[in-house]
Antibody
Framework: EVQLLESGGGLVQPGGSLRLSCTASGFKFNNYGMYWVRQPPAKGLEWVSGIYGGGTNTFYADSVKGRFTISRDNSKNTLYLEMNSLRAEDTARYYC???????????WGQGTLVTVSS | DIVMTQSPDSLAVSLGERVTINCKSSQSVLYSHNNENYLVWYQQKSGQPPKLLISWASTRESGVPDRFSGSGSATDFTLTISSLQAEDVAVYYCQQCYSTPLTFGGGTKVEIK
């Protein structure tokens, strides 16, 4: 069974930093691209970032480019999102999601909540 | 960027009645080389992550009840629930997977009347 478990969320002040992790199990991690998708409270879904299975290619939404960095450690079956210069509008539940291979998401974690507030 | 527009924002339907949700993309998501529509549907129940329902505009995922169906092509798509059940109360999202940035519709909330 595919399982994705996010961690690292919390309350952070504007301008601060946070590192999210997503630990995967139940599938061959390095065979799949992985993504972060976020959802502000009571709002819709927004794609944030993605990374190929080998970790060589990364992709970002314009809203986070230059502030967020996606990475992965295939030896640990773990996906990361380093978030810097955080803003109030980054407040959201951040989901880790597996790329089916065609840029849609066939498995999702439960998410981790990031709150940016002073 | 491809903008995805869903309608309606919400609807309330009696149990057993038909539900129709529309999704329109600002440009075609039909890939001419394989004649596939790069459009998927998710269901998100309260307090849960989204769940993939339909891929390629009309292919139900394994385990998804056959009361759910998807149709449409190019820029206009529809998700239909043929007979609403209590467990179908959720927000439904379309997403285009044709190009990055990957984009979602704003969601349609389905409730019981």
């Amino acid at each position: 069974e595919v399982q994705l478990l996010e961690s690292g969320g919390g309350l952070v002040q504007p301008g601060g930093s946070l590192r999210l992790s997503c630990t995967a199990s139940g599938f061959k991690f390095n065979n799949y691209g992985m993504y972060w998708v976020r959802q502000p409270p009571a709002k819709g879904l927004e794609w944030v970032s993605g990374i190929y299975g080998g970790g060589t290619n990364t992709f970002y939404a314009d809203s986070v480019k230059g502030r967020f960095t996606i990475s992965r450690d295939n030896s640990k079956n773990t996906l990361y999102l380093e978030m810097n210069s955080l803003r109030a509008e980054d407040t959201a539940r951040y989901y880790c999601a597996r790329n089916s291979g065609q840029n849609f998401f066939d498995s999702w974690g439960q998410g981790t909540l990031v709150t940016v507030s002073s | 960027d491809i903008v995805m527009t869903q309608s309606p924002d919400s609807l309330a339907v009696s149990l057993g009645e038909r539900v129709t949700i529309n999704c329109k993309s600002s440009q075609s998501v039909l890939y001419s080389h394989n004649n596939e529509n790069y459009l998927v549907w998710y269901q998100q129940k309260s307090g849960q992550p989204p769940k993939l329902l339909i891929s390629w505009a009309s292919t139900r995922e394994s385990g998804v009840p056959d009361r759910f169906s998807g149709s449409g092509s190019a820029t206009d798509f529809t998700l239909t629930i043929s007979s609403l059940q209590a467990e179908d109360v959720a927000v439904y999202y379309c997403q285009q997977c044709y190009s990055t940035p990957l984009t979602f519709g704003g969601g349609t909330k389905v409730e019981i009347k």
